[in-house]
């Protein structure tokens, strides 16, 4: 198996970083962070039985 240069170490540690920031983010705006539009529509319409 060939040897990889400092440089691409380097890179390749810059990628995963950049890759896991955009994961984490996204996760926090689908999971934690609650926006008004999206709980207004996700809502089930509460419907009341009479039997």
């Known amino acids: 198996m060939?040897?990889?240069?400092p440089i691409n170490w380097l890179l390749l540690m810059t990628y995963f970083?950049?890759?896991l920031?955009?994961?984490t983010i996204t996760?926090?705006?689908l999971?934690?962070?609650k926006s008004t539009k999206t709980t207004k529509s996700l809502k089930s319409p509460q419907t009341k039985w009479k039997w």
């Not at 060939?2 to 240069?5: E, N």
């Open 27 to 29: 996760n926090y705006y």
């Open 21 to 23: 920031a955009i994961y």
């Open 2 to 5: 060939p040897q990889m240069s």
């Open 31 to 33: 999971y934690i962070y």
């Open 17 to 19: 970083i950049i890759i």
